[in-house]
């Protein structure tokens, strides 16, 4: 299931982020990569102990936490702390990959299983050429470049990668998800419901069959989420 999120980001909090990262020191993406993606991945990403990440981090996850559509979707359990890449210049592009299965957030001895991978897109996409985020599903290549600010969200099992930067630069956030709900249908299915549940809602208030329906969703949730 691939999800859009439109502003994620809000239009401060995008501009504090570009305007932090506006002067920010890079180094090799090469340094976070696996042994297959290494192959392939050619970018830079902030230091992942700075504190010009930690900032950052801080910043995307307290908007997360506040937009329901990113919590419908993903039913968050244990989220990576985000990481920033760059691509421009020489440093352009990431070849076709599929990410770990299951990372350890940097410091410590937790693993965080990779059901969903996220990236939020900080630049506008007037600004550079080529970029695209390139997902491979059952209905066939699905190609992302989307208005800074917005974020996707993609089955950490998908075959993608980054098609190369031929002008400007590309700023963007990358993480990962380990979901209360571990299937992707089951959790395609739940968010398709509470979407549902939403618009029945903003049409009718809480009616007999909304609050029917509210309790479908939830003893679905309960039978299949592991928090």
């Given at each position: 299931m691939?999800?859009?999120?439109?502003?994620?980001?809000?239009?401060?909090?995008?501009?504090?982020?570009?305007?932090?990262?506006?002067?920010?020191?890079?180094?090799?993406?090469?340094?976070?990569?696996?042994?297959?993606a290494v192959q392939v991945k050619h970018n830079q990403q902030l230091p992942v102990g700075s504190e010009l990440a930690r900032r950052l981090?801080?910043?995307?996850?307290?908007?997360?936490?506040r937009h329901p559509t990113f919590f419908s979707a993903a039913l968050p359990k244990r989220v990576l702390p985000?990481?920033?890449?760059?691509?421009?210049g020489a440093s352009n592009r990431y070849g076709n990959h599929v990410d770990q299965a299951v990372r350890?957030?940097?410091?410590?001895?937790?693993?965080?299983?990779?059901?969903?991978?996220?990236t939020l897109f900080l630049s506008d996409?007037?600004?550079?050429d080529g970029g695209e985020l390139v997902m491979a599903?059952?209905?066939?290549?699905?190609r992302v470049k989307l208005a800074a600010g917005d974020m996707?969200?993609?089955?950490?099992?998908?075959?993608?990668?980054?098609?190369?930067?031929?002008?400007?630069?590309r700023l963007a956030s990358f993480f990962w998800i380990e979901s209360m709900v571990r299937s992707d249908a089951q959790r395609r299915l739940l968010y398709e419901m509470d979407v549902s549940l939403m618009r029945l809602r903003?049409?009718?208030?809480?009616?007999?069959?909304?609050?029917?329906?509210?309790?479908?969703?939830?003893?679905?949730?309960?039978?299949?989420?592991?928090t």
């Open positions: 691939l999800i859009r999120i439109p502003a994620a980001l809000n239009a401060s909090a995008l501009a504090q982020a570009q305007a932090w990262l506006a002067d920010a020191a890079w180094e090799s993406g090469a340094a976070t990569a696996g042994a297959q981090q801080g910043l995307v996850l307290g908007e997360l936490e985000p990481m920033f890449n760059r691509y421009a350890y957030v940097p410091g410590s001895a937790q693993r965080v299983r990779t059901d969903l991978s996220c996409p007037a600004d550079y599903d059952t209905f066939g290549e699905q996707v969200l993609y089955p950490g099992s998908s075959v993608h990668r980054v098609e190369p930067v031929t002008r400007g630069e903003q049409l009718h208030g809480d009616s007999d069959a909304a609050v029917q329906l509210t309790g479908t969703y939830h003893n679905l949730l309960r039978m299949w989420a592991d």
